[in-house]
Structure formats: C-alpha cells, structure tokens
C-alpha cells in the first residue's frame, strides 16, 4: 500500500448541500428555512430555546431574590491600608475612618460604607473605624496589636400580633351576662 492509494471508506464524506441553486434543487429559492420570519434571516438564533425540549433556565427551580436597593459597599485589603501606612498616607497612631480613607486615597468614594478583608499582611498597630470587617481581616488586626470598631447595630423590632377574633369577642362580652336562651329572654319581657 502506498500514500497515494490511501482514501476514506465510501459514504464517509458528503458535498456540502449548495442551497439557492433553483427550484429543481429541492433547495432553491427559500433554501430549506420557509417564508420570512426571525428563523429565516441570517444570524439568528433563539436565546435559550432548544428545539421544544424544556430548556435549562425553566428546568432549573428559583432561588433567593437581589434586592432592588442593594448597598454599595467598597472593599479594603488589609495589605492596602499596611502599604498606605508604609507611604505617610495614614497615620497608625490616630484612629483610621471611612473618611480618612477615602481622603488619603486607599477608598475612591464613600458610598454605603467600607468593609475590611483579609488579603496581604498588616504589621502596624491600628484602630479602624470602619462599617464591616471580616472575621478573619478582624483576627488579623487584633494580631498586630489594634483593634476593628464597627457600629453598633439595632435589633429590629418584632412585630405585635394582632389579636385574634376570638379573643376581640371574649373582650368586648366580658362582664355582661346575656340571657341563655330565647325562652329565658320571653319570660323576663312577659314578667314586665
């Protein structure tokens, strides 16, 4: 056997239908997609359909919910505020707040406050007084020998039970004593 006997089994390979070519075709004209439509032009595909099976995002159950207010909150590494203590940004011995952040340059905005994570080493002795903190940005402040403050929050109020109708009922009938029955009731209005 040489290279040049060498071929693929029969059947193997088909040409390419050529759509367009005249009606006699059997793919010529509307070239196998029917009569205008979204279906019809090029370049369309329909975004999540599959072919009338169920498709992944209705077979999938919901889940939670995104708020339509959610809080914007900038994050700081611990590492960031080490570098900007390490340039004379921040001063380790005053206590550092969202304000002096954000003027010293480690936080762009404000927003709804800032929050501390873990990532990067802080050597310096530091109070921050900042709005949230990680368990583990927290342990590693305490490490270096300063300490996290973070605003105390209020427990929201529970709210009251109304109180049922049964319990209206027994309220408002309490110490008035109504007839027991209807014959009681003619008794006492023929006596008089």
């Given at each position: 056997?040489?290279?040049?006997?060498?071929?693929?089994?029969a059947g193997s390979q088909k040409n390419r239908i050529r759509v367009g070519r005249g009606i006699g075709s059997g793919k010529g004209k509307t070239c196998g997609?029917?009569?205008?439509?979204?279906?019809?032009?090029?370049?369309?595909?329909?975004?999540?359909?599959?072919?009338?099976?169920?498709?992944?995002?209705?077979?999938?159950?919901?889940?939670?919910?995104?708020?339509?207010?959610?809080?914007?909150?900038?994050?700081?590494?611990?590492?960031?505020?080490?570098?900007?203590?390490?340039?004379?940004?921040?001063d380790a011995k005053d206590?550092?707040?969202?304000?002096?952040?954000?003027?010293?340059?480690?936080?762009?905005?404000?927003?709804?406050?800032?929050?501390?994570?873990?990532?990067?080493?802080?050597?310096?002795?530091?109070?921050l007084e900042i709005e949230g903190a990680s368990k583990a940005a927290i342990a590693a402040v305490e490490k270096a020998g300063g300490k996290v403050v973070l605003p105390v929050r209020?427990?929201?109020?529970?709210?009251?039970?109304?109180?049922?109708k049964k319990a209206k009922e027994v309220d408002s009938n309490k110490g008035v004593s109504a007839p027991d029955n209807k014959a009681d009731s003619e008794e006492q209005s023929g006596s008089t």
């Open positions: 056997m040489k290279l040049n006997q060498l071929s693929d089994n997609r029917g009569m205008k439509g979204q279906k019809s032009r090029s370049g369309v595909a329909i975004i999540g359909f599959e072919g009338g099976q169920m498709p992944l995002h209705r077979r999938l159950p919901k889940r939670g919910f995104s708020p339509i207010h959610p809080k914007k909150i900038m994050i700081v590494n611990v590492g960031r505020i080490q570098s900007a203590i390490d340039a004379g940004k921040l206590p550092i707040t969202t304000d002096k952040l954000v003027a010293s340059g480690v936080v762009r905005r404000k927003k709804d406050g800032v929050r501390l994570l873990c990532n990067g080493d802080l050597n310096a002795k530091v109070t209020a427990a929201p109020e529970k709210p009251r039970k109304k109180p049922s």
